[in-house]
């Protein structure tokens, strides 16, 4: 599996932005596609997931509420939606997956999308 991540970019706190990770080399069936962000310096952490055929999402606590993870099947891509951005959510985002177990830990992960920069603005 190919994962292409887009839809990074500046925008000011509070403001929303949508990043989108297309697949191609297969159908997502039992995947599991997460995205990471990372900044400099830190390691990558998870921020939310989504077991494909369950359209079951996992949020990290402290982006509840703020981030949606969706999935469209027609275009086999998995979304995040960010709203009410704060300027520590400034980042590097990745898409990445693995085969149906679900864990928070990028090791884990075996396919990986390149970065897209989300930089917001206070």
């Known amino acids: 599996v190919q994962l292409q991540a887009s839809g990074g970019g500046l925008v000011q706190a509070g403001g929303s932005l949508r990043l989108s990770c297309a697949a191609s080399?297969?159908?997502?069936?039992?995947?599991?596609i997460a995205w990471f962000r990372q900044i400099p310096g830190s390691e990558r952490e998870i921020v939310a997931a989504?077991?494909?055929?369950?359209?079951?999402?996992y949020y990290i606590q402290a982006m509840k509420g703020r981030f949606t993870v969706s999935r469209d099947i027609a275009k086999n891509t998995v979304y995040l939606q960010m709203d009410s951005l704060k300027p520590e959510d400034s980042a590097v985002y990745y898409c990445?997956?693995?085969?149906?177990?679900?864990?928070?830990?990028?090791?884990?992960?075996?396919?990986w999308g390149q970065g897209t920069l989300v930089t917001v603005s206070s």
């Open positions: 989504i077991r494909w055929d369950r359209d079951r999402p």
């Open positions: 080399g297969r159908t997502l069936s039992r995947d599991v």
């Open positions: 990445a997956g693995q085969w149906n177990v679900y864990t928070p830990d990028a090791r884990d992960y075996q396919y």
